[in-house]
Structures are given as structure tokens and as C-alpha cells.
């Protein structure tokens, strides 16, 4: 079992920053990427960024390619996801997942956080 907890979540201007996080607990071994996600109400889950731990071949969602950034501190076990210039469009649930494959699709992820609300306020 792999534990996934968010935090980072919260209200933003429009135009600003913010930064989440997600730390892995348990049996990380079973993990070789982690991803994030997100949700708003009455849509599907989103894909928004990948990265496999121990290397940087990053994968984003053309949405937030340019804007959004993520990394890891493997020392940590905790995945970050840098969010820059934000719009309104980026309010969601924002969701952290652990998986063994290079994937969009949220089916490919075995364990996931509870999630972490993003408000872009205008």
C-alpha cells in the first residue's frame, strides 16, 4: 500500500502562485511515477503533469505547459507541482497519483491522495 497525502491547496489571485505538494508513505517501492491530476464538479479527472521518480522526463497537459511545473525530492518521497500565472480555468481538486506506467489516463494509477482544493479567484 502506498499513501499519498496533498497539501499546498487554497485561494489564489488570478495571475499568481502557488505551490502543492504530495508525500508518498508506505510501500513507495511499488511506485515508479507519480502524476497529478485534477477535477471540478460533473467533469472527468484531468490529467496535469507526470514525472517518474529518479528522472526528470517530465510529461505536462498542453493546458498548463509553460505555466505549471513538476519536480520531486526523492530524499522526501514528496512530489511538488509549481503553479504560475493561474486563471480561473485552474480552479479544481487537484489530486496526486502513484502508478508504474507513463500515462494521461487517471485507470493507470493505482493509489491516489484525498485532494487538495485550488480556488483562482479574479
Known amino acids: 500500500q502506498v499513501e499519498l497525502a496533498e497539501s499546498g491547496g487554497g485561494m489564489v489571485a488570478a495571475g499568481g502562485s502557488l505551490t502543492l505538494s504530495c508525500q508518498a508513505s508506505?510501500?513507495?517501492?511499488?511506485?515508479?511515477?507519480m502524476a497529478w491530476f485534477r477535477q471540478t464538479p460533473g467533469k472527468e479527472r484531468e490529467f496535469v503533469a507526470f514525472?517518474?521518480?529518479?528522472?526528470?522526463?517530465?510529461l505536462y497537459a498542453n493546458s498548463v505547459k509553460g505555466r505549471f511545473t513538476i519536480s520531486q525530492d526523492n530524499a522526501k518521497n514528496t512530489v511538488y507541482l509549481q503553479m504560475n500565472n493561474v486563471t480561473l480555468e485552474d480552479t479544481a481538486v487537484y489530486y496526486c497519483?502513484?502508478?508504474?506506467?507513463?500515462?494521461?489516463?487517471?485507470?493507470?494509477?493505482?493509489?491516489w491522495g484525498q485532494g487538495t482544493q485550488v480556488t483562482v479567484a479574479a
Open positions: 508506505g510501500r513507495t517501492w511499488r511506485s515508479t511515477a
Open positions: 497519483a502513484s502508478g508504474n506506467q507513463r500515462s494521461r489516463t487517471p485507470d493507470a494509477y493505482r493509489y
Open positions: 514525472i517518474p521518480w529518479g528522472e526528470r522526463n517530465t
